[in-house]
DNA sequence: CGTCTGGTTGATACGACTCAAATTTGGTGG
DNA sequence: CCACCAAATTTGAGTCGTATCAACCAGACG
């Protein structure tokens, strides 16, 4: 599989063997079932090898937030095991393969590999950078341009793991999880992208999207893609090689 | 000075003689003052010794969302050498003496230290968990029921290390902080804080803030403790050891 | 074919925003 | 110690973005 972590930093046949082997245990999950609970105690490192999760968070009055979505080649919580507990869940969106590495694992993967160290490191502050912009654009953003910022991120997401070209993506996110993830009802989510159609950014339907302009899609979003920090040697890679 | 990282593990003498070594270098930075700025290369971790802090970013339009806050014994970017550029600025809320670590002091810190070496992934965890549980409050909280989730959760790290006690604590954000803070504009804060004193929730003035009766304001604000991650054994010692 | 999930539409309500002004607080210098 | 100024807080009136509630529709699936 095309790792994430090759945006960061080339890997070289050894490390990606060694990240192989790491991932050789896995299993699927059916679409919306949950691959941990909030309460558990953390066993593996989870690492998205086909389809999407996310990660969410629920509320005593029913209330839920999608925190965070995963793609392929995002590793769920990379160091997990020093907590005690899981203080959210993550839920399968489509039916996924995911890669269940041990602490032992880990170790092995990390000992000895400071390219693939320094790489998950930098894969954790991505991560953190991600879930800021995220608190920005709930506190921030119009529902449109949330919307819009959104989009474009995974869009960016994708095409980094060699998933997404020419403004063209798989998107299995419904209406629904659009909803959850942006902090607005599907019905004002539902009458949101039908303003971004009706405007000529995007098309979106049989969970294909093509983002028709992105250039305006980036002004209307206000999208800096700094923070994905994808100004590294890697970046210039095929991410398909 | 007690740092946060106790609240973790308890710290051997010569832990704690390491960490104040590194932290030797401190500055002072004037209130409204910036820290580091969005776009600055990455040069030094900084440990808050006193004073508040915040993490904000700023959009073209000019809005400004404060995405983290930071309260005496927090450490604001651990790792964050490996990034090439800050995709967000940190900013001084009251004067502020914090200590700038070099990446060879933070290599001093942790090498032949694993209990300070775990303490500080523990304080990322922490930090990340944080952040998820401010998406939630913005993506799904009220007005009302977020300024309570906000008070709370500081009031709560005070208590950690050892700056709040008795439902007290100093709270030096002006409203127009607690709006960047909350997604709100400061007129709604001002409104919102009013409700929480008329249902003898809260005293709040003179950057005092009391928090009357911590159980209301728990079922008020769906405050689940958990996310802080502080059932380590270093909850069970007194904070000011 | 009936059922179910996801998407769409319409009517109405309300929480939070905007703009503008008044008041209070805290700091500073005379 | 008081006068002054800027910053922070408070109040009021009016508006708007998004939520709510309730149907209805289309395609997928068994």
Chains 1, 2 share one sequence.
Not at 23 to 52: M, Q, T, Y
Not at 77 to 92: C, E, P, Q, R, T
Not at 123 to 143: D, I, K, P, Y
């Amino acid at each position: 599989m095309a790792s994430k972590l090759e945006a960061f930093t080339r890997l070289s046949a050894d490390d990606r063997e060694a990240l192989a082997l790491a991932a050789k245990n896995f299993r699927f999950v059916e679409a919306r079932r949950d691959v941990v609970s909030e309460g558990d105690k953390p066993r593996f490192v989870h690492l998205v090898l086909d389809g999407w999760a996310c990660r969410y968070k629920q509320l005593p009055d029913g209330k839920r937030q999608i925190v965070a979505l995963f793609v392929p080649g995002d590793f769920c919580d990379v160091n997990v095991f020093i907590l005690k507990a899981m203080d959210h869940s993550i839920g399968a969106i489509t039916r996924l393969k995911v890669a269940m590495i041990s602490p032992e694992d880990m170790n092995a993967l990390t000992w000895e590999r400071p390219r693939i160290t320094q790489a998950l490191w930098w894969h954790e502050l991505v991560t953190a950078a991600v879930q800021r912009e995220w608190t920005l654009n709930l506190g921030q953003r119009s529902a449109y341009e949330r919307l819009a910022h959104l989009l474009i991120e995974l869009y960016m997401r994708l095409e980094t793991v060699g998933r997404a070209r020419n403004g063209h993506c798989d998107f299995p996110l419904t209406q629904g999880d659009l909803a959850d993830a942006t902090g607005l009802t599907s019905v004002h989510v539902n009458r949101t992208l039908q303003e971004l159609r009706r405007d000529g950014l995007i098309e979106l339907e049989r969970k294909q999207l093509h983002i028709l302009d992105m250039s305006r899609m980036n002004d209307v979003a206000m999208f800096n893609p700094n923070y994905l920090h994808l100004d590294h040697e890697g970046r210039h890679l095929d991410a398909n090689a």
